[in-house]
């Protein structure tokens, strides 16, 4: 008798654990209804990140990473990218692409992206009947670091209108070295947790872990880190957004079949406006020098960015 009481006692407790648990999951899925009908309210815009760093001999400097300008019809018109290899900072390393004035077009179910100051297009996007990015051809004819890159991917997604997996044709080059890591077609797989945040992409030459502070929200956020060029350019045409539905601590970058991260960004100091979009973070990498970043939305007051290359000034006028 006392033996079944005690099974019976083991069957309630497990049957509380697991309804507890479901009540949690339950909540955290409303929790990410809730976040994303936020973000359709609202209708923020990124228009521009920034970054406030000091060189060597401590000078303050600024850097405008991100601009976006509109059409009358709301589409991205004109873009400058400056996007580094890791680091993301003037101060530490090279660029990986840099883009001072693009003219963006849209034709039929493609966006070009074309260098005004070069006259050569640099990337092109292919979209389905959802406006999801399919197809995308990278090239930048080699002005970065005497890198020549050209990179075809192809893109898919889950049930939940997640990106799932980007199979990669991607060909590098350094003059007089020869072809180098990266030529080849890999497989990017992406996962994510059950509220939708991306927790672990899978890239050719190691992987990316994503971690969060799951007491805070918000319902934008401009990153730092780089998964590929093509990946960043299509998150700053809005044409393809990674989830961060929580408040974003850490990115960290393992190899291959090992436990040691080799790279790491870190954020800390967070602000946000009062639709929740991240506007402020202090950002480090591998404990490099902080650099702090800012983020320029227009949530329906018409902001526009007068100058192709405004100064930390101009831009912070922006910035709500």
């Given at each position: 008798m006392k033996s079944i009481l005690r099974l019976l006692a083991f069957v309630g407790i497990a049957v509380s654990g697991f309804t507890s648990c479901k009540k949690s999951i339950n909540q955290q899925e409303d929790q990410r209804g809730t976040v994303a009908s936020i973000s359709s309210v609202n209708g923020c815009k990124a228009i521009?990140?920034?970054v406030a760093v000091k060189d060597s001999p401590g000078d303050a400097m600024w850097e405008n990473l991100l601009l976006k300008w509109f059409d009358s019809q709301g589409k991205i018109e004109h873009l400058k990218a400056d996007i580094y290899w890791f680091y993301?900072?003037?101060?530490?390393?090279?660029?990986?692409?840099?883009l001072d004035y693009g003219e963006v077009t849209h034709v039929n179910d493609e966006v070009h992206v074309r260098d005004v100051l070069y006259n050569e297009e640099v990337f092109k996007v292919k979209l389905d009947?959802?406006?999801?990015?399919?197809?995308?051809?990278?090239?930048?004819?080699g002005?970065?670091?005497?890198?020549?890159?050209?990179?075809?991917?192809?893109?898919?997604?889950?049930?939940?209108?997640q990106l799932e997996s980007v199979i990669v044709h991607r060909r590098d080059f350094i003059g007089g070295f020869g072809y180098i890591g990266g030529a080849g077609i890999f497989n990017m797989r992406f996962q994510y947790d059950p509220v939708g945040n991306l927790v672990e992409a899978n890239v050719p030459d190691g992987m990316f872990q994503f971690r969060y502070d799951y007491t805070r929200t918000n319902t934008g956020m401009v990153s730092n880190y780089l998964i590929s060029v093509p990946i960043k350019l299509l998150e700053y045409l809005d044409l393809l957004k990674l989830n961060h539905h929580h408040q974003l601590h850490d990115?960290?970058?393992?190899?291959?079949?090992?436990?040691?991260?080799v790279l790491y960004w870190d954020y800390s100091n967070i602000e946000t406006n009062p639709f929740g979009q991240v506007t402020r973070y202090d950002g480090t990498t591998n404990g490099s020098p902080i650099s702090t970043y800012y983020t320029a939305w227009d949530c329906g007051g018409?902001?526009?960015?007068?100058?192709k290359n405004p100064s930390q000034e101009e831009f912070m006028r922006l910035v709500h």
């Open positions: 521009g990140l920034g993301q900072s003037p101060t530490i390393n090279s660029r990986a692409f840099v009947d959802q406006k999801r990015p399919v197809i995308s051809w990278f090239d930048h004819h002005r970065s670091q005497s890198t020549f890159r050209y990179d075809t991917s192809y893109y898919f997604y889950n049930s939940d209108n990115v960290i970058w393992r190899p291959p079949q090992s436990g040691y991260f018409n902001q526009t960015i007068q100058s």
